[in-house]
Structure formats: structure tokens, C-alpha cells
């Protein structure tokens, strides 16, 4: 007997809709007696595919947003200690998202504008070679280590926080430098700016 593709799909779909509650018993069978393997195949089909992941949610995210937003301001409202202590959590351990956060939150509300993502904060590590911009002294090389993330034009001053009003600097640069542009803290520094 010779199907055609069509026919060949057509009978599956119906014999999925047929047999749907055995089905669903099979799965939940199957998933309680490899629940490991399954987490550990999850886990590693994540991180082969980690890219298509997250542009699938933000995509999801974007076609869903105020929804979203609104189960999550329901979810504030309705737990207010377990979403404070969240919120206190992921800070603590993400200390330099945080900061850069707070940088971009400073900006929005001076309405100096712009933003950056920490894929473009790699790249401006990598343009600069892993040192700082000021003093030339290599900052650490991963970029979950301390160094400053630095206005060009301070925020004080109307700088944005555009990548390209971005400089990092190691944090003695950053502290000296106060509410200095970077040409003022250069000839402050005597020119000598790598």
C-alpha cells in the first residue's frame, strides 16, 4: 500500500487526536522515569543553542509584552516580600549588570537618553584590548570582574549613555576622573591618554 506524504500525515494527526489521553499518559509516564536525562538533554541543547534561544524569547516577549508585564505587576502586588527578595538576590549576584543598570537609569531620568546592551560592552572590551582607557593598565579579563563601566561625558554634564559616550576604565581612572569629561581628565593626567 502506497501513501503519499500527505495521506501519511493526514492518518497521524488523526490517530494523535484519536489516542490523545493515551498519549499525554505515555509522556508523563516517560518523563517521570527520565526526568534527569531529560533535564540534562535541556540543559545541553540550551547551550548549543543559546542564541536561537533567546532571540525565540525575546520574540515571545515582544508579541506578548503587556500581558507579560501585567502578570508580573500582578505578582508584585500579590507577594511583595518574595518579589523584594528577588529583586535583592539577583543584585547581589549580579553586581556589574546592576551598576550598568543603575548607569542607564541615571541617564533616563536626567532625559540624557540612550542605552547599551552587555554584548556591546564585550566588544568595547575586546576594541580596547582588555586595558583601561585612561592609564593603559590591564583590566581583568573576564567581563564579570570589577572594572568601571565610564561616562565620557558624565551624566552630571547631559552625557547619554550611548556606547559611544562609553569608556571602561580601571576603578582608580573612574574615581580620580569624579565629574570630568575624558579631555579634561586627560589633560589633568598630562596628555598622556593610551
Known sequence: MSQTREEAYEYTREWRLRNQEHLLAYYRQYNQEHRQERREYARRRYQENRELFLQIAQKYYLAHQGALQEKSRHYRT??????????????????????????????????????????????????????????????????DSE???????????????????????????????????????????????V
Open 147 to 193: 572594572f568601571h563601566v565610564e561616562h565620557k561625558i558624565p551624566v552630571s554634564k547631559g552625557g547619554s549613555s550611548d556606547i559611544e559616550n562609553i569608556a571602561l576604565a580601571c576603578s582608580k581612572c573612574n574615581l580620580a576622573k569624579g565629574n570630568l569629561t575624558d579631555e579634561e581628565f586627560t589633560l589633568k593626567l598630562g596628555g598622556r591618554r
Open 78 to 143: 500579590e507577594h511583595p516580600e518574595k518579589a523584594h527578595e528577588a529583586v535583592r538576590r539577583w543584585a547581589k549576584e549580579n553586581h556589574q549588570k546592576r551598576a550598568l543598570y543603575e548607569q542607564i537609569r541615571r541617564a533616563r531620568k536626567r532625559a540624557n537618553g540612550g542605552s547599551f546592551t552587555i554584548r556591546e560592552l564585550n566588544d568595547l572590551f575586546a576594541q580596547q584590548e582588555g586595558f583601561c582607557a585612561y592609564c593603559g593598565e590591564l583590566l581583568y579579563q573576564s567581563f
